[in-house]
């Protein structure tokens, strides 16, 4: 079975940067060959992805955080990070690491994930 563990969100204000990670445990080579995706739910708002990474390091990002964040992983430590840049207040939220088998494809979609962590707060002031 599948465990995420997610550490690293805080409060910072805007502009600045943060980085948070995502332990993957319950089998060695969780990171290295699933889908690993990061997603965010604010307050009333649905979930949406964020970042995800596929197996062979190509990754697809939100239009809303091209060229502010940055999805990567490290398989020898099956951790999977999101460092961002340049935050927002409107990046506000519950920030999630999903886990998403044989996907073949760095996908935003969260119906292409079944693993799920149980977030880090994020919290930018402005």
């Known amino acids: 079975q599948v465990q995420l563990v997610e550490s690293g969100g805080g409060s910072v204000q805007a502009g600045g940067s943060l980085r948070v990670s995502c332990a993957a445990f319950?089998?060695?080579?969780?990171?290295?060959?699933?889908?690993m995706g990061w997603f965010r739910q604010a307050p009333g708002k649905e979930r949406e992805g964020v970042a995800a990474?596929?197996?062979?390091?190509?990754?697809s990002y939100a239009d809303s955080v091209k060229g502010r964040f940055t999805i990567s992983k490290d398989n020898t430590k099956n951790t999977l990070y999101l460092e961002m840049n340049s935050l927002k207040p409107e990046d506000t939220a519950m920030y999630y690491c999903?886990?998403?088998?044989?996907?073949?494809?760095?996908?935003?979609?969260?119906?292409?994930?079944?693993?799920w962590g149980q977030g880090t707060q994020v919290t930018v002031s402005s």
């Open positions: 319950g089998y060695t080579y969780i990171v290295s060959t699933f889908c």
């Open positions: 990474i596929d197996s062979d390091g190509s990754t």
């Open positions: 999903a886990a998403g088998p044989g996907l073949g494809s760095a996908s935003l979609a969260l119906q292409d994930y079944n693993s």
